[in-house]
């Protein structure tokens, strides 16, 4: 059985560019908590912004959708949790190959 | 990027400098714009030179390989 978090919080904002700072700041507030290193922050920081930019782009390339942001705590780990309910991939496999780059 | 390209329309330079002293974060749509002004350069025949990186792009360029590819300092 899945513990329960130490603390969590949680975002939802629609998918605009201007939010993809939002939100991984807001997940660096969130984890200063655990008193991480710069390093530490930075990565998490990269990660949020990737995953957020992925649903600004892809999730809803014609509309404006709703991305939602959970982060739970569970000692010294944080996890993040990034959803949307937009474009799915059909085919999930090929999007796994670094040969196959999309750039926009 | 579209001010990159505009500065090298006028200018046409041989080498370009990028200095990134004041950039707060980058992501893959960074590594974009400098792969971008890469290639640019590369086709006219110049050189690209990108400057003061601060250490989260530092380590996203260096994933992503572009240390292999152009120059920073």
């Given amino acids: 059985m899945r513990p329960k978090p130490d603390n969590h919080m949680s975002l939802t904002f629609p998918s605009l560019s201007s939010n993809e700072a939002f939100a991984r700041t807001a997940v660096a507030c969130f984890l200063a908590q655990l008193n991480p290193t710069l390093e530490e922050l930075e990565d998490v920081k990269t990660a949020v912004s990737e995953a957020v930019t992925n649903c600004i782009v892809h999730a809803y390339p014609d509309t404006i959708g709703s991305i939602h942001l959970i982060a739970r705590v569970f000692g010294d780990v944080v996890e993040v949790t990034i959803k949307d309910h937009g474009a799915g991939i059909p085919d999930i496999f090929p999007s796994h190959d670094p040969a196959i780059y999309h750039w926009r | ?73």
Avoid: K
């Fill in chain 2, 1 to 73: 990027m579209r001010t990159i390209d505009e500065l090298m329309e006028l200018e046409i330079p041989r080498i370009t400098t990028l200095d990134l002293q004041h950039l707060s974060f980058m992501d893959s749509s960074g590594i974009a714009v400098l792969l971008r002004a890469y290639r640019r350069m590369n086709d006219s025949g110049g050189g690209l030179v990108v400057r003061n990186v601060p250490s989260q792009s530092l380590r996203v360029l260096q994933a992503a390989g572009l240390n292999r590819l152009i120059s920073f300092c």
